[in-house]
């Protein structure tokens, strides 16, 4: 089946530690997206990236870093300087052609203590 | 940048009631996408539709893009329908680029 999986589900982590998400796609698709969503808020963008070894900043990527090696993959690492890294954190991606629906993962919770 | 307003922002149903779900934007999209967030935080696509009318079993969709507006009509509610739901629109008519979401209108169905 085709789609999006992000690991791990839960993640927990002390200050002061990077900590990576990953997200991988199997859709072929060009473009992939993070988003932070803080609870009963919307998404917010972090990073976004149309191809591979290319990505551009969203509205908060401070403290954030990701990186595109692969059509499939792109990780996400929540860096020691984010302020208030505990969020729930969703990874997107879309195609090319006639429409550009964007399909989401299952997100993963990260909690910094 | 392009804004998004989505009304109600919280919405409590009956059962078996309908609903209508209203997206503002500030200015002319070429993508406009309807999101069902259900409990779990899994984000499901319901519509793509920058312009026209769909239809998906009980659910559908107007967008009129001249009017800068969206609704979603929820029929004969379920409480599985409960969650949260998204308007997002395409920040630039390039394709591709990122969607803007609307804060979301929270639904809870109630047996």
């Known amino acids: 089946d085709g789609g999006i999986t992000q690991s791990p589900k839960y993640l927990f982590r002390k200050e002061g530690q990077n900590v990576t998400l990953s997200c991988e796609q199997n859709l072929n698709h060009d473009a992939m997206y993070w988003y932070r969503q803080d609870p009963g808020q919307g998404l917010r963008l972090i990073y976004y990236?149309?191809?591979?070894?290319?990505?551009q900043k969203g509205d908060i990527a401070e403290g954030y870093s990701v990186s595109r090696e692969k059509k499939e993959s792109f990780p996400l690492t929540v860096t020691s300087a984010q302020k208030n890294p505990t969020a729930f954190y969703l990874c997107?991606?879309?195609?090319?052609?006639?429409?550009?629906?964007?399909?989401f993962g299952p997100g993963t919770r990260l909690t910094v203590t | 940048g392009i804004q998004v307003e989505q009304s109600p922002p919280d919405l409590i149903l009956q059962e078996g009631a309908n609903s209508t779900l209203r997206c503002n934007f500030s200015d002319s999209v070429n993508n406009l996408q309807w999101f069902h967030q259900n409990p779990w935080g899994q984000l499901i696509n319901l519509f793509y539709?920058?312009?026209g009318t769909k239809q998906n079993g009980r659910l559908s969709a107007t967008t009129v893009a001249t009017e800068r507006y969206s609704l979603l009509y929820i029929s004969s509610s379920q409480t599985t329908d409960s969650g949260v739901y998204f308007c997002?629109?395409?920040?630039?008519?390039?394709?591709?680029?990122?969607?803007?979401f609307g804060k979301g209108t929270r639904l809870s169905v109630i047996a």
């Open positions: 990236s149309q191809i591979v070894n290319d990505f």
């Open positions: 997002a629109v395409e920040r630039r008519k390039a394709g591709n680029t990122p969607l803007v």
């Open positions: 997107a991606s879309t195609g090319r052609g006639s429409s550009y629906e964007q399909y």
């Open positions: 539709i920058p312009s």
